[in-house]
């Protein structure tokens, strides 16, 4: 199914971007070869035969800017610029410095030239005013396949930014995986299993109670509820790799690790750092107001995810299978999400009403100091604890760590080529406008269910990208207010699930899995849980 996704993303963002530019050219949007009229003031006498520089202010007036580039500026645009005289060409040349107050048609323009901070062009002069100041129009530089261009440059940033992030990785990895062989070799990883065996069998009953992917799944779910993501994904990589042992047709995903994987996807955590540590930084009365609305979120997600896994293991499709299987299962599978859905909704509810009742006797912030002091003390506690009872067993701690550490460094080299194919294919996706094709096409759906329509570009980033969906959110809280009820949805959507997209690529990447099976439909329907448990507990509270 990945292969499918995959693709997908890259055709339809490869496809809209030539599609759009299509449409621009022949529309003209960046009035290539039209003459703008504008007036000129120059900081000295212009003496138009002099061959010399000149620093000017661009001025066009707003209704005009309008009308040539189809934009809703309300003030009149001025832009400073230099004008340079070629005697030998008999022309006179215009750069453009960009600047905050540019019109944003001109930013992109000057972004797909490829300078990014300046704009070229030529002058001509209609008639002086006076010494100091003119009338005349500008020719800007042609752009073209201004998409197209953006796609090329985002491919290229997000295969770099794979790269950053796998080498990003190593040292932790290094520390974890160091750490982990302490525990194992000092048999407490067997020893928090066999407390959690009844949860761990019921989820995974084809991972024997003893095994050490047991600790590490352990382990990995308790560190991203505490909101330790750079423990969690040490932890889930090793536990992927333990769970690969058991594996006894390499390459393709067990159902223990497809399991695994919901829950991973479903990103149930205590306190959601990043989203409030941006509503604080943008002037949030109650950057924490989040903290329910998300654990009620990513509860429901939590729950479709994991049932949607073990519903989904029971009906294997063959590969090559999955068009006629979907196409024979399209209503039952329907009802399937629907029912669940609804279901985890309601659980949710109930849980949520008890942490509610629980909280009227616990004062929340208090319950926040509480949970942010455990999530502070959790890393170190854990390092003292492994390396104390490694010493107690007389395990060689030193050289078990540094054993541990290679695996980290030789796991994290390994999942590159995993993580540049689904950023890059990401990183088109966007840049080439799919992201708002899909917009369009959702949106009558979306109004369906009362999801301000402001909201749905952060439900559909999510799964996609953990940087990007920041910046969409934070975009958002912006524009309508961090406090607001389409700020706070926001915030949930982020709290309340994971980036499933890259969440995949790092841990089967890791094993050398390329055959997925319900792995990421299990996510996506996890995805959408959160976001409609988001939706319903925030209305409910806010709306």
């Given at each position: 199914m990945l292969n499918y996704v995959w693709l997908g993303l890259l055709v339809l963002g490869i496809g809209v971007a030539l599609t759009t530019d299509f449409i621009d050219k022949g529309n003209n949007k960046y009035q290539n070869n039209t003459p703008i009229p504008v007036y000129v003031n120059f900081n000295e006498e212009f003496i138009k035969e002099a061959a010399k520089s000149y620093d000017v202010k661009l001025k066009i007036k707003a209704e005009v800017f309008n009308k040539y580039y189809k934009t809703d500026v309300t003030e009149d645009v001025?832009?400073?610029?230099?004008?340079?005289?070629?005697?030998?060409?008999?022309?006179?040349?215009?750069?453009?410095?960009?600047?905050?107050?540019?019109?944003?048609?001109?930013?992109?323009m000057a972004k797909v030239t490829g300078k990014d901070d300046d704009l070229s062009g030529n002058f001509v002069l209609a008639k002086s005013i006076d010494s100091v100041s003119a009338e005349g129009n500008i020719v800007l530089e042609e752009i073209s396949f201004a998409h197209m261009?953006?796609?090329?440059?985002?491919?290229?940033?997000?295969?770099?930014?794979?790269?950053?992030?796998?080498?990003?990785?190593?040292?932790?990895?290094?520390?974890?995986?160091?750490?982990?062989?302490?525990?194992?070799?000092?048999?407490?990883?067997k020893i928090i299993a066999a407390a959690l065996k009844p949860v761990t069998k019921f989820l995974f009953?084809?991972?024997?109670?003893?095994?050490?992917?047991?600790?590490?799944?352990i382990m990995n779910v308790s560190a991203n509820m505490l909101g330790l993501s750079n423990a969690a994904t040490p932890f889930g990589l090793k536990a992927m790799e333990e769970l690969d042992k058991l594996n006894t047709e390499k390459g393709t995903a067990t159902n223990a690790m497809c399991t695994f994987l919901a829950i991973n996807t479903a990103g149930l955590t205590f306190i959601p750092a990043s989203a409030i540590a941006i509503r604080a930084s943008m002037g949030s009365s109650d950057p924490a107001i989040i903290i329910g609305t998300s654990v009620f979120g990513a509860t429901c997600a939590t729950i479709v995810g994991v049932t949607s896994a073990k519903f989904m293991e029971k009906f294997p499709i063959k590969k090559g299978e999955f068009g006629p299987w979907m196409k024979s299962n399209l209503k039952p599978v329907a009802i399937f999400t629907f029912i669940i859905a609804l279901v985890s909704i309601l659980i949710a509810t109930g849980i949520g009403a008890l942490i509610g009742t629980a909280l009227?006797?616990?004062?929340?912030?208090?319950?926040?100091?509480i949970i942010q002091i455990v999530s502070i003390l959790a890393i170190p506690f854990l390092i003292f604890s492994f390396v104390t009872y490694g010493l107690i067993k007389k395990v060689?701690?030193?050289?078990?760590?540094?054993e541990?550490?290679?695996?980290?460094?030789?796991?994290?080299?390994?999942?590159?080529?995993?993580?540049?194919?689904?950023?890059?294919?990401?990183?088109?996706?966007?840049?080439?406008g799919a992201m708002d094709f899909l917009i369009m096409?959702?949106?009558?759906?979306?109004?369906?269910?009362?999801?301000?329509?402001?909201?749905?570009?952060?439900?559909?980033?999510?799964?996609?990208?953990?940087?990007?969906?920041?910046?969409?959110?934070?975009?958002?809280?912006?524009?309508?207010?961090?406090?607001s009820m389409i700020g706070i949805l926001v915030s949930t959507f982020f709290g309340s699930s994971e980036t499933t997209f890259y969440v995949i690529a790092v841990y089967f990447g890791s094993v050398n899995i390329s055959r997925t099976r319900h792995a990421l439909a299990a996510g996506l329907l996890a995805d959408l849980a959160g976001t409609l448990g988001a939706l319903f507990i925030v209305k409910q509270l806010f709306g």
């Open positions: 001025e832009e400073p610029a230099k004008l340079s005289y070629d005697k030998a060409k008999d022309k006179i040349s215009v750069y453009m410095k960009i600047g905050d107050k540019t019109p944003a048609i001109w930013k992109k261009k953006d796609v090329t440059n985002n491919a290229l940033d997000y295969a770099g930014t794979a790269v950053n992030i796998a080498l990003g990785l190593i040292g932790i990895m290094a520390m974890w995986l160091g750490l982990m062989k302490i525990a194992e070799e000092a048999g407490l990883i009953p084809d991972v024997p109670s003893d095994h050490p992917a047991v600790g590490s799944i009227n006797f616990i004062n929340p912030d208090l319950f926040k100091e060689k701690v030193y050289e078990k760590f540094i541990g550490a290679k695996e980290g460094f030789n796991v994290a080299v390994r999942i590159i080529p995993y993580l540049v194919a689904m950023l890059v294919a990401i990183g088109i996706f966007r840049a080439g096409i959702l949106q009558p759906i979306t109004d369906l269910i009362g999801m301000p329509a402001e909201a749905l570009p952060m439900a559909l980033m999510r799964p996609l990208s953990g940087s990007g969906s920041l910046g969409v959110m934070a975009e958002i809280m912006s524009v309508h207010g961090t406090d």
